[in-house]
């Protein structure tokens, strides 16, 4: 029996037809690269320090002085969290004497922030910390907002997994932009950050799930030297472009509620490009529908101006296919068999570390040296190479080896910033960034990599698992960022020791170079993971 890369054959690999879904599919990624880290300027912290109120009784030599000094990053600076206690210097006030040279300051009494914060405006005009005053006792908000969108990310990593396998792609890729769009509209009007975390949450669940159905969908429909081009330069750099746009809509509109919604609009874009999008063939197929799969080949046919054959597809491969078809699969045959199980545990491992890696070293771009919205724009620019990079070696090279030289690299990067001195604050940022683009050309590589590790019967079902493990990784990244408070160092130490791990761990995986995409679990356990099936 014909696979479906030869039956269609005809259409070419990069007619019309192909150029159209690249494009589009590509462009419907463009929010997923705004929307999910937009929380580094929608949470963003500003300098902040206890309030005052005027009605303190307070000379303004005492009201100057009313805050303690402390040591922050090798710096001194006003405390955050404390303030001395004011009805004490309030009768000092009165008393006339003077802070410094009559009255020890380091002897008074302090108290907390009992009446609000003072917040700089110099980078931010409101986020949702000064709105809600997620600082002090309260700053742990701040990255739980953040776990709580990537725990949306993994429930619908999940969910449109086995929906996507079970109702299509393309109905998924819309209902999940449509739900993305929406609850971020709804965001705009919180009035609490219990309200906000958790309509953040279920933003999270259609932002993964329609970036999964539209790299899969594109895998699907495109041929083979389109489909790496495709899954590396086209998803990837899409995401880039919308990942540029973030720092450029927060440095113009610095008041979170007005930068929300001007990132939440372009989703009404999407609309019409369900009338032109079509939906998977292969899916079709495996479905048992080859009537509507067969008119959107010829329909494919007619716009790339082709002839198509009369016959499509044999009576005789209709029958094997339709048997095929009438088969009904869960996530439980990602574990059928040794084979695809142990590749599943790899990949489940392997998706989750370079997760914290990449996740972890972007959201960390406020705490490095310099100007916040400069900083996001190099993470997001250094995203470009990376993707052509990791597209040129997925073209040349074998798959393990490419994604294990990537990882290397970024995980040994990211554990020589403890040794550049302190002073030499330029140094540190570009080896981030050598970190970022490590990392990321590995993020890039590894959807192509198992996508081309299962078959098209689970194939959305097994890259929706290894996102969904993914996430396990990046719920816990805000909080490698917020170690950073504690030692400037320790959270460049974890994620560069558990990237080189995982380069370590892509040894051992399969290698897909240069093998037809599998249709079947019987077709992958044939020319897949060549070094695992002798244990079958």
């Given amino acids: 029996m014909r696979d479906y890369e030869e039956v269609t054959a005809f259409l070419g690999e990069w007619g019309r037809f192909q150029r159209l879904v690249f494009f589009l599919l590509s462009a419907s990624i463009i929010p997923n690269g705004f929307n999910g880290l937009s929380i580094v300027f929608l949470a963003g912290t500003p300098e902040h320090r206890c309030a005052v109120p005027p009605g303190a009784n307070l000379s303004e030599e005492w009201r100057n002085a009313s805050i303690p000094l402390e040591l922050r990053g090798g710096l001194t600076g006003p405390s955050r ?53 997620l600082v002090c006792d309260n700053d742990w908000k701040g990255p739980m907002s953040t776990s709580l969108f990537f725990v ?25 932009l449509a739900m993305q769009t929406i609850f971020s509209f709804v965001q705009v009007f919180s009035t609490s950050w219990e309200m906000f975390s958790a309509f953040f949450l279920l933003v999270g669940m259609g932002q993964i799930s329609n970036y999964v159905a539209a790299f899969v969908l594109g895998t699907e429909i495109l041929g083979k030297s389109t489909r790496l081009l495709f899954c590396t330069l ?115 491992i392997l998706w989750m570390i370079i997760s914290v890696g990449y996740f972890g070293l972007s959201l960390d771009t406020p705490n490095l040296h310099g100007d916040v919205y400069v900083n996001c724009f190099l993470s997001a620019v250094i995203e470009v190479p990376a993707y052509i990079i990791s597209w040129l070696l997925l073209r040349n090279l074998p798959r393990r080896y490419s994604m294990a030289a990537a990882l290397f690299l970024g995980g040994c ?7 550049v001195p302190s002073h030499i604050r330029a140094l540190s940022i570009l080896l981030v960034m050598l970190g970022k683009f490590g990392i990321t ?7 192509v990599y198992t996508a081309e590790l299962y078959p098209t019967v689970v194939r959305n079902m097994g890259v929706g698992a290894s996102s969904m493990a993914s996430r396990l990784g990046s719920i816990l990244s805000p909080y490698f960022a917020y170690l950073g408070a504690y030692d400037r160092y320790l959270p460049y130490i974890l994620m560069g020791s558990l990237t080189v791990l995982s380069g370590i761990l892509t040894l051992f995986l399969p290698e897909s170079y240069g093998m037809p995409l599998p249709d079947t679990i019987e077709q992958m356990l044939l020319v897949k993971g060549r070094n695992l099936t002798a244990g079958i």
Avoid at 250 to 256: H, S
Avoid at 305 to 321: G, H, N, R
Avoid at 413 to 419: A, K, N
Wanted: proline share 4%.
């Fill in 81 to 133: 969290c404390r303030r001395y206690r004011l009805a004490v210097l309030a009768n000092l006030s009165a008393l006339g004497l003077r802070p410094g040279s009559d009255v020890q300051l380091a002897e008074l009494e302090q108290e907390p922030c009992l009446d609000g914060w003072e917040y700089s405006r110099d980078v931010y005009h409101s986020t949702i910390v000064t709105e809600w005053n």
């Fill in 152 to 176: 949306g990310v993994l429930l619908g990593s999940f969910i449109s997994g086995q929906l996507s396998d079970k109702f299509g792609r393309k109905s998924v890729l819309f209902s999940t």
């Fill in 234 to 348: 086209g998803v990837c750099i899409f995401y880039a472009f919308g990942y540029m746009l973030l720092p450029l809509f927060a440095y113009f509109i610095r008041d979170w509620r007005t930068l929300l919604l001007a990132l939440t609009l372009p989703g009404l874009l999407f609309i019409p490009l369900w009338w032109i999008i079509p939906e998977s063939p292969r899916w079709l197929i495996s479905r048992g529908r080859f009537q509507e799969a067969e008119d959107i080949i010829r329909k494919a046919a007619k716009i790339n101006k082709v002839t198509a054959p009369d016959v499509i597809f044999d009576p005789s491969e209709l029958q094997d296919w339709s048997s095929q078809g009438q088969q009904t699969y869960t996530i439980l045959d990602l574990m059928r068999t040794r084979n695809i199980l142990t590749i599943t545990i790899m990949s489940v």
């Fill in 413 to 419: 990067v990211l554990l020589f910033i403890q040794l």
């Fill in 441 to 447: 050309s590995a993020f890039s590589m590894v959807y």
